[in-house]
């Protein structure tokens, strides 16, 4: 969100002058990566134990005066589980980031005198080779994944260092993508001794940071895949302290190096065989998002700050004056009394209720930051509470830590002591968070966590959290506890009815069950546009969809240019929300030129009328693990052009993206997927392609490149109004793109937008579909449906119809003549008197 140093942007040097630790700075990382291995494990043949659902071994190490337990266990959806861990010492585990234990599945145990064969019911297949401690995985009889193939498997033991390493190789990858967070392609680079830093996972906070590096951000999610056009499989590395991870692109394998600074190894083996299987086998893991409440898919308005309530309200009412939709007001840092979060300064916020009800009145909500950090103060019942309980971290000598961040000397809460939690999420209580209304959701910022003045900006790997637990050991999950904590919180606020939503800058492994990300403080640059899109769609390929990046950059002053490219882009996105640093100059839509506000506005508009179909594609993922945008390498994964494609995107398998994100373009060469029997439609320009590959758009500054796949059907809601809420009794307009079979299918989702009652049954969910001169809509779950649900529809356009459609029959009695447009490749009917879908609807073209 913000920094405090003043970044300035000259001809020679960029954004991003931070420089902080790479693995030659962090001496056990140094010794591994550079070194041999200087005590390897050795399998003792006669420990090895087979139960029904694992097999358990003893390593030991050369010295013979250490045991390990080696345990390999297969769990749902072809996964292996392989732990290792010190047997007289065993270390943190990090439990939390699993949506639950995974189910273990009965596995098969051969032990031989040379290595051990696990085979599940499923067909997967794991050797272990007792010789080399080489772990070979199978699938479909093909090698996919090598454990241990350069024998790099350490374990350290001493007092000062603890670190661990493993290394794999994916044959026949070509390719690894995953490992976010990096301001990185979605291709990674080949790093490696004498060339590119491992990629670091260490979660802190980088302002302005720089492109295509592999400098640790906010995030850490450890999930690594291998890919190529034959095959992918994947490797979930379970472990929250610092971690290096080195990538080696060969001509036939990916291979790869984790390096942790403390914890346990413990290895998920996702076995593919392709990248949608091998995401569902992490999510299957680290769980879905829950579905968000609707208007969250809206356009959110930020800064840091609107400084008095005066400000907050006037940016609303100007989104009005200027028809701008909008959704949500975000309350950064300021609106608390000298940064004591869950208190108000009343001197700029004379009456925070009256701001909320009025933003409540015009169909929108407020958005509040609440940090992890808190004042050291004896007036100030936060602090007073959670040092009195010990709810606070602490240092090595036992006394609570104390350091500087927004509000002065801070300390921070211990998410580790479930009494610290339970307090912290009880802080949101409706009766708890004074002057906080029920239209209240929440943004965890500066949680890596973020703090002034000391090494990296973050806490000292050597601060001790409950249980005696290690900083370093639990680094990279301190956000995700915050966020998990405040997740509790909001439930409860809202009595367990009212779907949470929180954005994080801080993530995990898991984060998506708790809240959104975006990008963090991200500048206003078109590398940082253009990079904004592989980065969330890292992400969403490593389980968190809910994405976007700060619209026109964060930090430094946007062009005009820019940020209407940025606007037209980040509609495009899961998570839209403009916001600005401090230091640059107003820019709310409204106060720009009239040609440029009104692209604005219609970029705005656009991502309106695409609401119904994030909506669906958000119940999709939850129900699905699919995720809501894909890489084209996730639907086309055999096509090689796709392995490195990440200027363009899909939402969901049926709309094609491809932004323009160059300055002064003219022209943009668009990939169009699928082969020749694919058709892709634009329907801002009423034209359509095949799938034959990069294809010379013309744009303009008007242009949003957006493409509809032959065979899809869309529902969009057309008329233009203020907020979100303020379009659920609007009718929908269907699009319905035949495919060279005059084929076309699509999926609508409807309930009550805001509640978990969808949980129990409470929507429609449902399939549209042409087939054979019938248009109808049927509910996919027959026995879901929400009565108070709107679907009717107002028009239909039919595009490339059969010739012979003269009349559309709607429910078998009234007629509707249908007119042609576009040469007739184009047909539409219109003024269909809202028809009323209800349970289902048949239209017969005759
Ligand atoms: C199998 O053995 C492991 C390790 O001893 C143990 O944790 C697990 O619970 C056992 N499983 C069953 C089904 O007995
Ligand atoms: C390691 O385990 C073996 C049994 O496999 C046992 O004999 C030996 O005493 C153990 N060593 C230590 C240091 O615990
Ligand atoms: C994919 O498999 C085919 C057939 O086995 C092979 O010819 C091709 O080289 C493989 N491609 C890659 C990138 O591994
Ligand atoms: C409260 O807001 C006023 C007006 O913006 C500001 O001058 C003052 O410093 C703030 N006080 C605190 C404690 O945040
Ligand atoms: C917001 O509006 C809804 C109804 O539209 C009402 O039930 C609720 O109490 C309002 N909340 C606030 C804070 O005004
Ligand atoms: C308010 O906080 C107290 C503890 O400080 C807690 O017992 C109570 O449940 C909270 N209220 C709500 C509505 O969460
Ligand atoms: C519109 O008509 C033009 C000219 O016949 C044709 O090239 C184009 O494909 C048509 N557009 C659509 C969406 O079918
Ligand atoms: C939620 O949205 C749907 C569809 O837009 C609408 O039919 C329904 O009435 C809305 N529900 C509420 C409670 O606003």
């Known amino acids: 969100m913000k920094h405090i140093l003043i970044l300035v942007l000259s001809l020679s040097v960029a954004y991003g002058q931070l420089l902080w630790n790479t693995c030659s700075d962090e001496p056990f990382c140094d010794r591994i990566r550079n070194g041999g291995v200087t005590a390897p494990l050795v399998l003792n043949r006669y420990s090895i134990g087979f139960n029904f659902s694992s097999v358990n071994a003893i390593l030991t190490n050369s010295a013979g005066d250490r045991n390990f337990s080696l345990s390999i266990s297969a769990t749902e959806n072809e996964i292996f589980r392989i732990t290792i861990d010190d047997l007289s010492n065993p270390r943190y585990r990090v439990s939390q980031a699993l949506q639950g234990e995974p189910v273990q599945l009965p596995i098969v145990a051969t032990i031989g005198q040379e290595s051990l064969q696990i085979t599940t019911s499923?067909?997967?297949?794991?050797?272990?080779?007792?010789?080399?401690?080489?772990?070979?995985?199978?699938?479909?009889?093909?090698?996919?994944?090598?454990?241990?193939?350069?024998?790099?498997?350490?374990?350290?033991?001493?007092?000062?260092?603890?670190?661990?390493?493993?290394?794999?190789t994916f044959p026949g990858a070509t390719t690894a993508y995953g490992i976010p967070e990096h301001a990185e392609r979605l291709s990674l680079q080949s790093t490696g001794p004498g060339g590119l830093n491992p990629y670091r996972l260490y979660n802190v906070d980088f302002p302005s940071y720089p492109i295509g590096t592999q400098q640790a951000l906010y995030g850490a999610v450890p999930v690594l895949y291998g890919h190529s056009v034959n095959a992918t499989a994947?490797?979930?590395?379970?472990?929250?302290?610092?971690?290096?991870?080195?990538?080696?692109?060969?001509?036939?394998?990916?291979?790869?190096?984790?390096?942790?600074?403390?914890?346990?190894?413990?290895?998920?083996?996702?076995?593919?065989?392709?990248?949608?299987?091998?995401?569902?086998?992490?999510?299957?893991?680290?769980?879905?998002?829950?579905?968000?409440?609707?208007?969250?898919?809206?356009?959110?308005?930020?800064?840091?700050?609107?400084?008095?309530?005066?400000?907050?309200?006037?940016?609303?009412?100007?989104?009005?004056?200027?028809?701008?939709?909008?959704?949500?007001?975000?309350?950064?840092?300021?609106?608390?009394?000298?940064?004591?979060?869950?208190?108000?300064?009343?001197?700029?916020?004379?009456?925070?209720?009256?701001?909320?009800?009025?933003?409540?009145?015009?169909?929108?909500?407020?958005?509040?930051?609440?940090?992890?950090?808190?004042?050291?103060?004896?007036?100030?019942f936060v602090w007073v509470t959670a040092t009195a309980n010990d709810y606070f971290v602490k240092n090595p000598d036992g006394t609570d830590y104390q350091a500087d961040c927004w509000p002065g000397l801070s300390s921070w809460i211990d998410f580790l002591k479930e009494d610290a939690s339970a307090y912290y999420a009880s802080l949101y209580g409706m009766d708890n968070f004074t002057d906080a209304t029920d239209i209240v959701q929440i943004w965890n910022d500066m949680n890596e966590p973020a703090v002034f003045d000391v090494f990296e900006k973050t806490f000292p790997r050597d601060l001790v959290h409950y249980g005696g637990v290690i900083h370093r050991d639990v680094h990279n999950i301190y956000g995700f506890s915050q966020t998990a904590a405040t997740f509790d919180g909001l439930l409860a606020r809202y009595d367990y009815n009212k779907r949470p939503f929180i954005l994080t800058r801080s993530h995990f492994a898991g984060t998506q069950r708790h809240s959104a990300i975006?990008?963090?403080?991200n500048y206003a640059s078109w590398e940082h546009l253009r990079i904004s899109f592989p980065m969330c769609l890292t992400q969403a390929i490593s389980g968190i969809s809910y994405c976007g990046a700060d619209v026109g950059g964060f930090s430094g002053q946007v062009t005009e240019e820019l940020f209407q490219r940025w606007y037209q882009a980040g509609a495009w996105l899961p998570f839209y929300r403009a916001h600005a640093d401090q230091y640059t100059e107003r820019r709310e839509p409204y106060l720009f030129r009239e040609e440029v506000l009104n692209r604005f506005r219609n970029a705005l508009r656009l991502r309106y009328t695409y609401l119904p179909t994030w909506y669906t594609r958000f119940f999709e993922h939850e129900r699905y693990g699919e995720p809501v945008i894909m890489p084209l390498s996730y639907v086309?994964?055999?096509?090689?052009?796709?392995?490195?494609?990440?200027?363009?995107?899909?939402?969901?398998?049926?709309?094609?993206?491809?932004?323009?994100?160059?300055?002064g373009a003219t022209i943009v060469s668009v990939y169009m997927p699928g082969g020749a029997s694919e058709l892709w439609f634009d329907i801002a320009n009423n034209l359509m392609y095949y799938g034959v590959g990069y294809t010379p758009?013309?744009?303009?500054?008007?242009?949003?490149?957006?493409?509809?796949?032959?065979?899809?059907?869309l529902a969009r809601k057309e008329i233009a109004r203020p907020s979100s809420a303020l379009m659920h009794s609007d009718p929908f307009t269907i699009y319905v793109f035949l495919d060279v079979n005059n084929y076309a299918t699509g999926t609508l989702y409807i309930d009550d937008n805001q509640s978990f009652n969808y949980r129990n049954g409470v929507y429609s969910y449902y399939r549209m579909q042409h087939i054979n001169n019938v248009f109808s809509v049927t509910l996919i779950d027959p026995d879901a449906y929400y009565p108070d649900g709107v679907f009717t529809i107002d028009t239909i356009w039919v595009y490339r119809p059969p010739a012979h459609y003269k009349e559309a029959v709607i429910n078998g009695n009234t007629r509707y003549a249908v007119t042609y447009t576009n040469d007739s490749s184009i047909m539409k009917i219109e003024n269909i008197g809202n028809i009323n879908v209800k349970e289902s609807t048949v239209i017969s073209f005759v």
């Open 122 to 168: 499923t067909g997967a297949l794991l050797l272990l080779d007792y010789a080399t401690l080489k772990i070979s995985v199978y699938k479909n009889g093909n090698l996919v994944v090598i454990i241990n193939d350069n024998g790099k498997t350490t374990f350290n033991t001493q007092e000062d260092d603890q670190s661990i390493a493993i290394d794999f």
């Open 234 to 380: 994947g490797i979930f590395w379970l472990n929250s302290a610092q971690t290096f991870v080195d990538i080696a692109r060969t001509s036939n394998s990916v291979q790869s190096l984790f390096i942790s600074e403390g914890g346990i190894i413990d290895i998920f083996v996702l076995t593919g065989p392709t990248l949608e299987s091998a995401v569902k086998q992490y999510t299957s893991l680290t769980g879905t998002a829950p579905l968000p409440q609707h208007y969250t898919l809206g356009h959110h308005q930020s800064r840091w700050s609107y400084l008095t309530q005066e400000d907050a309200e006037t940016v609303v009412r100007q989104f009005d004056n200027y028809d701008l939709p909008l959704d949500v007001i975000w309350l950064d840092i300021d609106y608390t009394y000298g940064f004591r979060y869950f208190t108000w300064n009343y001197t700029a916020f004379p009456d925070p209720v009256g701001l909320q009800e009025f933003v409540n009145s015009t169909g929108r909500k407020v958005v509040l930051i609440i940090d992890p950090h808190y004042k050291v103060d004896a007036e100030y």
């Open 518 to 521: 975006w990008t963090g403080d």
């Open 636 to 663: 086309y994964s055999s096509d090689a052009n796709t392995v490195d494609m990440d200027d363009q995107w899909l939402v969901g398998r049926n709309i094609l993206v491809h932004p323009v994100a160059e300055e």
């Open 697 to 713: 758009v013309l744009v303009t500054m008007d242009s949003v490149p957006v493409y509809h796949r032959g065979g899809s059907i």
